[in-house]
């Protein structure tokens, strides 16, 4: 059974720190890795999908790592502002079918002014 | 353009009546359709899927139950809700593979 683990579980930084959200999952097989954005009381939207087969993406100041072999991704975010604080979700999707997703448990990420 | 409804977007219901949320897909054909739960302070738990009209699958035993009468319309259904129903119900759907998800917006369903 799939397992996401999401580290920091919380961080505040000062604006314009770069920072690094790190997602460890614990089989490899994996369709693809989702990173989410999670605003108090909204729905999710999406920053970056990666497939297996690929390293990365980037998207603006933000850029997602994938390492299947060490099951390990991380979301880079740049010169960091206010409006960046939210949660960040990162999801596994399954190469059974439907691509079903397991999600961590999120970094609520804060930054200061 | 593909977009996705969900509503209602806010829910108070009593314990014991029943509940009936809906999700929509504008823009595609025979997508994935998705309904997650988020409880608070937990994370997302998928509860039901389904890739074609009338196919739904289950993820976890409950007290809900889901329907896909038309190809872009998905439900979410109590007969009598529960305390523990409460949370945040969130919609999504992938057009095939290869893509990521799109969510909706989500309902808040606080049961009393």
């Known amino acids: 059974k799939q397992e996401v683990t999401q580290i920091p579980a919380a961080l505040s930084v000062p604006e314009g720190e770069n920072l690094v959200l790190n997602c460890s999952f614990t089989?490899?097989?994996?369709?693809?890795l989702q990173w989410f954005r999670q605003d108090p009381g909204k729905g999710l939207t999406s920053l970056l999908l990666?497939?297996?087969?690929?390293r990365e993406q980037t998207s603006g100041r933000l850029n997602a790592s994938l390492d299947k072999s060490s099951g390990r991704s991380t979301l880079y975010i740049a010169a960091s502002q206010p409006g960046d604080s939210a949660t960040y979700l990162c999801?596994?999707?399954?190469?059974?079918?439907?691509?079903?997703?397991?999600f961590g448990q999120g970094t609520r990420l804060t930054i200061n002014p | 353009s593909q977009t996705i409804h969900q509503w209602p977007a806010t829910l108070v219901q009593p314990v014991g009546s029943p509940l009936s949320l809906e999700c929509t897909v504008e823009?595609?054909?025979?997508?994935?359709l998705y309904w997650y739960r988020q409880a608070a302070g937990r994370g997302l738990q998928l509860l039901f899927y389904?890739?074609?009209?009338?196919?739904i699958s289950s993820e976890v035993p409950q007290n809900l139950s889901a329907s896909r009468p038309q190809d872009r319309q998905f439900i979410l259904s109590s007969k009598k809700l529960l305390l523990s129903d409460s949370g945040f119900y969130l919609c999504?759907?992938?057009?095939?593979?290869?893509?990521?998800?799109?969510f909706g917006s989500g309902t808040r369903l606080t049961v009393v």
């Open positions: 999504a759907w992938i057009p095939q593979a290869d893509y990521g998800y799109t």
């Open positions: 089989d490899s097989a994996i369709y693809n």
């Open positions: 990666i497939q297996s087969s690929q």
């Open positions: 999801a596994v999707g399954g190469i059974q079918g439907a691509q079903k997703l397991v």
């Open positions: 823009g595609t054909s025979n997508p994935n």
């Open positions: 389904s890739v074609g009209i009338g196919q």
